[in-house]
Structure formats: C-alpha cells, structure tokens
C-alpha cells in the first residue's frame, strides 16, 4: 500500500513558476513509475508528465513540453513537477499516481493516487 501527499500548490501570475511536490509511503518508492496528472472542472483527467522508476526517463504532453520538468528522489521518496512560464490554461488540480507497471500515459494503470493540489495561474 502507498500513501501520496501532493504540496506546493498555489496562485501565481502568468509566467511565474511552482514547485509540485509528491510524497510516498512505503520502502517500496523506487518500485514505481510516478506520474503526473491534472484535472479542470468540465474536463476529463489530462496527462502531464511521467518518469521512470530510476528516474532515466521522462515523458511529457505536448503542451507542457519545455516549461514543465518531471524528477524524483527515491532517498527521499518524492517526486517533483517543476512548472515554468505558467499560463492561465495550466490552471488545475495536480495529481501524482504511482504505478508498478510500465511508465504510462495512460491513467487507468495507475494503482495510487494522490488527493490533489491547486494550481491557479491568473492572467
């Protein structure tokens, strides 16, 4: 069982940055693919960004590409969303989900999530 914690929420203007933080539970971290998912009111779930489970490899939409970069600290058993350049359409609430199969886009194979952080971004 894991437990994720996200923190660093919060309202900032357009073009400003956040820090997204995910913690997990367990001794089992580095067993997970984490990934990071976002949700608008009126919208379906929407990929973001995920990462491997050493870390290696990242994967990111299309448009977040370039200003959002994924990382992870499996001393530390957290997972990072470093956004950039924040625009008034990333405004949402942050979900980090781990998975034990393969790194994925795909939110049905993920086995854990998180409640969720706010993230607005005013014009």
């Known amino acids: 069982q894991v437990q994720l914690v996200e923190s660093g929420g919060g309202l900032v203007q357009a073009g400003g940055s956040l820090r997204l933080s995910c913690a997990a539970s367990?001794?089992?971290?580095?067993?997970?693919?984490m990934g990071w998912f976002r949700r608008t009111p009126g919208k379906e779930r929407e990929f973001v960004a995920v990462?491997?489970?050493?870390?290696?490899?990242?994967y990111y939409a299309d448009s977040v590409k370039g200003r959002f970069t994924i990382s992870r600290d499996n001393a530390k058993n957290t997972v990072y969303l470093q956004m950039n350049r924040l625009k008034p359409e990333d405004t949402a609430v942050y979900y980090c989900?781990?998975?034990?199969?393969?790194?994925?886009?795909?939110?049905?194979?993920?086995?854990?999530w998180g409640q969720g952080t706010q993230v607005t971004v005013s014009s």
């Open positions: 989900a781990a998975t034990s199969g393969v790194a994925t886009t795909t939110s049905g194979f993920y086995d854990y």
């Open positions: 367990g001794r089992t971290f580095s067993s997970y693919a």
């Open positions: 990462i491997s489970r050493g870390g290696g490899n990242t």
